[in-house]
């Protein structure tokens, strides 16, 4: 399976955008999908997760501001980031957790390979 995000770029503090992921691959299950985050300096962290049953995570310092929600007949998760501050600027990762089904039965962490969002005036 491969990830491909889409959707990062510069915004002005207070600003909206959405972020896509879109898992390509046959024969596969995507399980949890996620978005990470890794800021120059800091260690990469979960921004927002979603099970295939749509049950949500969340970092606190998102909470109310962004929204995880996926397309499971597209295989794709989407994160709309609303309010933006500087601190949100970041490389932004997804993640997902495949499962290659009953007859291989192997599980893997894909990710994709990153999109940058910058919160700057």
């Known amino acids: 399976v491969q990830l491909q995000a889409s959707g990062g770029g510069l915004v002005q503090p207070g600003g909206s955008l959405r972020l896509s992921c879109a898992a390509s691959g046959s024969g596969v299950i995507i399980n949890d999908m996620g978005w990470y985050r890794e800021a120059p300096g800091k260690q990469r962290e979960l921004v927002a997760s979603i099970t295939r049953a749509g049950n949500t995570n969340y970092v606190d310092s998102v909470k109310g501001r962004f929204t995880i929600s996926r397309d499971n007949a597209k295989n794709t998760v989407y994160l709309q980031m609303n309010s933006l501050k500087a601190e949100d600027t970041a490389v932004y990762y997804c993640?997902?957790?495949?499962?290659?089904?009953?007859?291989?039965?192997?599980?893997?962490?894909?990710w994709g390979q990153g999109t940058q969002l910058t919160v700057s005036s």
């Open positions: 993640k997902a957790d495949v499962w290659t089904g009953w007859d291989t039965n192997v599980v893997y962490v894909a």
